[in-house]
């Protein structure tokens, strides 16, 4: 993102409360034109309350919302030209598919003749063509919510904004949608932020994610900056697939660090990682697949026990017991036997450190 | 485990109840069918012998019966218009709202409905007398010197009737409106409509069952009710029902109040059976199976 171009969509400051509770706390977000943004968190941190005051069909608190230079304050949401893909889809049951694509034309007056054009062109761009005269009812899900996005492309919107797209298909739809939806961001090429709490979702599809964790925004950034240098603890725990182990260590002395009963000294580069903060403890992130099994007294090897694990087809994810904390290893290869000891030797390079009372990331680069 | 189907044998278990419905409902429409074909033995209350259309040509012959049946028409659409009218802000307004409210206000709908009709209709009597609620309300802000008229009036009337049938009207209509697929109104307002544009193109065609259930249920009771029209027509506005009590309780000729229940029950079940009709066209249009 160059500092001269102007953002297309930027949020400032924006709160929302509903009575008591304070929803949203003070997020501010700038998103360049022709950007595919996920804002990425767990149910209930906010994310639909935040697209639905981006659509005008909630109004913020405090803060405000600018689009294309524009301040959207109290312009009312039929007039902001920006497409909604609901996640229940949300299509007029009494409308075939074809009257549902037409709506917002109608709503804007279009010509009969080129409100058809436009109809059949969306309905291509959806792969629909077809099925105009058929009623919602008449159709998968899937195709539901390929219509209600022909539906919100057809306005040709300022913005295109996505409420989890994809939680009401299958699993095996759902990978294929995934990329369905972003080929045609890249042939469409309109701006677009989806909410999603399945972070899978949000680093296969955006080319930027913003997770936020109750109301906030924790970290923004491309989704490798998001896996490889997570901000905090609870960004590291909750990208990745499996997320990262989080696993709190104690300082025994110079080079040797506490995990319940365990003692750990790691390899010297990463001792001397670990020290460098002077502190008495640390969250130390583990990715499961930067791991190795190898043999339980191997030097600078974390001792831990076998506790189950899970055939993933492509590998194994190895749970284990380390002093009393849970982590998690891939691994190939046959199963390690369940209450055996195994020594655990982590890539260095992929250790993250976290600072145990504010679980913000201690090395930045 | 005997393969007989279950279902014959639930039918079995209702045939009681059939039976009681048959003997409680259709056998007073059988016998009320039967004497509208007869007339009553002369100076006597006993009916005579053998079936005649008599009562049928009367009342098509009488201007007087064909004018309350006209009035009652347009006074009870005109009723049911007014009911719709305020009843879908209403409606609307109880849908939003949720939990116990909701339940509280729909109970308190319910009141006027099982608390009879003769109540609600006295205290209309004290809101639109001459010296009433309206009459002093509108003075108070000088929009008028003598009292309006209203009691003794088709006016006092059909405001009586919309007092009494409101809820038959929003209950449905609140059911409807309640069951409305979550979003579409948002969805609407993002693609470009203001809100009149979403009530009518999708709000209004979304709640049409309730709609016309609605409208049905008010105009039919409108069209039979007796005690609204005698209280706040004070005798003055003949209507189906105050005739019809004529007949049947003044003037005790039962052949001829006969003939008057018939032709407003069978024009009240053509009535429905075209609203079925009707609901089956929209229902077929929307392909929505059933
Ligand atoms: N209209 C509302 N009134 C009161 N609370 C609400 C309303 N809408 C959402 N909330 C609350 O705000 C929080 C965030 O909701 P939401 O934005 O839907 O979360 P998400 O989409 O991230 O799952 C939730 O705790 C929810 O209960
Ligand atoms: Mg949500």
């Known amino acids: 993102m160059s500092a001269a171009a102007a953002p297309h969509l930027k949020i400032e400051q924006v709160t929302k409360r509903f009575g008591e509770t304070e929803v949203l706390k003070d997020i501010s977000l700038s998103i360049p034109k022709g950007a595919f943004v996920a804002l990425l968190g767990p149910s209930g941190c906010g994310k639909s309350t935040l697209l639905k005051i981006i659509a005008g069909l909630e109004a913020p608190s405090g803060g405000s919302v600018h689009l294309g230079g524009q301040s959207l304050d109290g312009v009312p949401a039929y007039k902001r030209d920006i497409g909604v893909v609901f996640q229940s889809y949300a299509l007029f049951p009494h409308m075939t598919v074809n009257d549902n694509v037409r709506f917002g034309l109608d709503m804007r007056a279009m010509p009969k003749a080129e409100a058809a054009t436009r109809v059949g062109e969306a309905l291509e761009l959806v792969k629909l063509g077809g099925y105009g005269e058929r009623m919602p009812s008449e159709l998968s899900g899937g195709q539901q919510q390929r219509v209600a996005l022909a539906r919100s492309l057809a306005i040709r919107p300022r913005l295109l904004l996505l409420d989890e797209p994809l939680s009401n298909l299958d699993a095996v739809l759902r990978k294929s949608v995934r990329v369905d939806i972003r080929e045609l961001h890249e042939r469409v090429g309109a701006t677009t932020v989806m909410v999603t709490h399945d972070q899978e979702e949000a680093m296969s599809m955006a080319d930027t994610v913003a997770v936020m964790a109750e109301g906030r925004i924790l970290q923004l950034g491309t989704p490798e900056a998001i896996y490889e240098r997570p901000a905090t603890r609870f960004v590291g725990g909750f990208v990745g697939n499996p997320p990262a182990s989080l696993v709190r260590a104690l300082k025994r002395f110079e080079g040797g660090w506490l995990f319940g009963d365990t003692i750990w000294r790691p390899e010297d580069r990463l001792a001397a990682r670990m020290d460098r903060f002077n502190r008495v403890d640390l969250v130390v992130g583990l990715r499961p697949e930067r791991i190795a099994i190898v043999a339980p007294d191997a030097p600078g090897a974390l001792r831990a026990e076998v506790r189950s694990s899970e055939y993933l087809g492509g590998g194994r994810l190895v749970h284990l017991d380390l002093g009393g904390q849970k982590i998690a290893v891939e691994a190939a290869g046959a199963a390690p036997k369940t209450g055996t000891s195994v020594g655990l030797m982590p890539d260095a390079g992929a250790v993250m450190l976290f600072d145990a009372e504010t679980g913000v990331r201690l090395e930045r680069e | 485990m005997n393969s007989s189907n279950p279902s014959s044998k639930a039918a079995l278990f209702l045939l009681p109840a059939v039976l009681l419905s048959a003997v409680v409902f259709l056998l007073p429409f059988v016998w ?51 009911c719709l009218v305020i009843g879908l802000p209403v409606a609307r307004l109880i849908a939003t709202w949720s939990g116990r409210a909701k339940g509280l206000l729909l109970a308190l709908m319910l009141v006027p409905l099982v608390s009879g009709a003769l109540l609600p209709s006295l205290g209309m009597i004290h809101f639109l007398g001459p010296l009433g609620v309206v009459n002093g309300t509108l003075k108070m802000f000088g929009l008028i010197d003598t009292s309006i008229k209203f009691l003794g009036t088709t006016t006092g009337v059909i405001l009586g009737m919309v007092q009494a049938f409101l809820p038959l009207m929003v209950l449905p209509l609140v059911n409807t409106l309640s069951r409305m697929p979550r979003d579409v109104e948002a969805a609407a307002n993002s693609l470009g409509a203001a809100p009149v544009r979403v009530w009518l193109r999708v709000i209004l065609p979304l709640a049409m069952p309730g709609i016309i ?7 039919c009771a409108a069209f039979t009710s007796f005690v609204t029209p005698q209280v706040l027509g004070q005798g003055k506005i003949a209507t189906f029902g105050t005739v019809a009590y004529q007949q049947a309780a003044l003037v005790l000729d039962w052949p001829f109040a006969s003939t008057l229940a018939v032709v407003v029950l069978v024009a009240i079940g053509l009535l429905l059976i075209l609203t079925a009709q009707f609901n089956r066209l929209i229902a077929r249009k929307r392909r929505i199976a059933s």
């Open chain 2, 32 to 82: 009320l069918v039967y004497t509208s074909f007869k007339t009553q033995g002369s100076g006597s209350l006993l009916l005579a012998d053998g079936l005649t259309l008599k009562n049928y040509g009367r009342l098509l012959d009488d201007l007087y019966f064909v004018q309350a049946f006209g009035r009652t028409v347009w006074m009870s659409a005109l009723a049911t218009l007014l």
């Open chain 2, 213 to 219: 259930a609605g409208s049905v249920l008010v105009f």
